[in-house]
Every structure is written in structure tokens, then in C-alpha cells.
């Protein structure tokens, strides 16, 4: 699947992802997450025929931006940062030359707009918004949603609601697929429904 090269240069990523995430554990957007993400960013670009590789290093990537907006304070939102930080990476490590200028280019466009549904200038960006989407359903989804806004009801709220939109806006059937075999939507729905009713109290005069 890989050239040797490439391959090498997926484990250094992965590494350095390990260990920065490792030291600064986001909430909720560990390197579980990341590796989750990557995951699906695999199988996703597989079915779609598109570049593979470029997928799953944009997928370990995506979120190294939390660490400097929840650790270091930084005020932008973290996708840019993560943009911001990758391009360091490439200007500052060695080991990104294996990368051309145009392989670079998607990378960073894919990070910067792993939040735009309409940022498709390369399959890279929908293909990793795609993967990134999945990792918000299923138990799993639930539970990070759950941790994320530590209790902070309204917040879930919104969260949950947004699983719908989040649904919608999936855009390769493969990723649909999956959400469909594996029912994903169904812990999601499952617990904001029992939630809803929860709220419920009766009326008086
Ligand atoms: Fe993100
Ligand atoms: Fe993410």
C-alpha cells in the first residue's frame, strides 16, 4: 500500500503525535481519538480510491492544535492552530522533506478546514471531516461528548443535537455505510432521548 518511505514517514508522525498528545492530553482529543481518526481516514480513502496516505498523516495531525489552546492558552481556534503547527513542523523537521510541496499543501489545507463542510478543494479535507465525524458516534462518541463538557448540561445538549447535523453533512458513502452496519447513531439518540424525558416534569396551574 505504502512505499517504503512513506511508511516510515506515517510511524515518525505517529510518534511524534504520541508523544506530544501523551504530554498534554486534550480532553476528549487524545491520540486515541487521533488514532480512531486515522483508522477510519484509512478505510475511508481505500473505498473512495483516493490517496491513502496523505489521509491517514492528515488524520494523525488533525488535532495538535488543542494542545496549545488548552494547554498554552493560545486564542485561536484549534484548527488553525493545528494548521499553524504543522506548518512549523514542516519548515523545522527534517524528516517532512519526504513530503512534496503539493503533498504538503493538501495536509495543511485538509487541517485548517477540518471544521468547513465546504473546504473541498482536495478529497484529503472531506475524507478526513468524514473520519473525524465518526469518531462523535457510537458508545465511544457518546462517552466523548460526555467527558468534553464535563456535565455542563446545555452544552451536551447542543452537542448531541449536533450529531444530526453531523450525519447530514457526511459526505462518502463509505463513512454513512459505517454508521449505518455498526448502528453508531443508536447510543447517541438512545441516551438524548432518555435525557429529553428526563426533563419532563408535569405542568400545574
Ligand atoms: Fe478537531
Ligand atoms: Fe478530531
Not at 508523544?19 to 481516514?41: I, S, T
Not at 483516493?50 to 492558552?73: K, M, Q, Y
Not at 512534496?100 to 477540518?114: D, N
Amino acid at each position: 500500500m505504502y512505499t517504503k518511505e512513506q511508511k516510515k514517514l506515517v510511524s515518525y508522525v505517529r510518534v511524534r503525535v504520541k508523544e506530544l498528545m501523551n504530554q498534554y492530553p486534550a480532553k476528549a482529543h487524545g491520540f486515541d481519538h487521533a488514532k480512531r481518526v486515522a483508522k477510519w481516514a484509512v478505510l475511508i480513502a481505500t473505498a473512495e480510491h483516493a490517496n491513502i496516505f496523505l489521509s491517514e498523516i492528515s488524520a494523525w495531525l488533525h488535532d495538535i492544535g488543542r494542545v496549545r489552546e488548552e494547554f498554552f492558552g493560545h486564542k485561536k481556534r484549534h484548527h488553525e492552530l493545528s494548521y499553524e503547527m504543522c506548518r512549523e513542523w514542516f519548515r523545522e523537521d527534517k524528516r517532512f522533506d519526504a513530503l512534496s510541496k503539493e503533498e504538503k499543501l493538501q495536509i495543511l489545507y485538509a487541517l485548517r478546514y477540518h471544521w468547513n463542510d465546504m473546504a473541498n478543494d482536495y478529497a484529503v479535507a472531506w475524507i478526513l471531516r468524514d473520519a473525524d465525524k465518526l469518531d462523535g458516534f457510537g458508545k465511544l462518541g457518546l462517552k466523548r461528548s460526555l467527558d468534553f463538557f464535563e456535565g455542563d448540561e446545555g452544552k451536551i445538549e447542543v452537542d448531541l443535537r449536533l450529531r444530526y447535523h453531523t450525519l447530514y453533512n457526511l459526505r462518502s458513502r463509505q463513512a454513512k455505510k459505517i454508521v449505518q452496519e455498526k448502528n453508531m447513531l443508536e447510543p447517541v439518540e438512545k441516551y438524548f432521548k432518555k435525557w429529553l424525558k428526563e426533563k419532563i416534569e408535569p405542568v400545574a396551574l
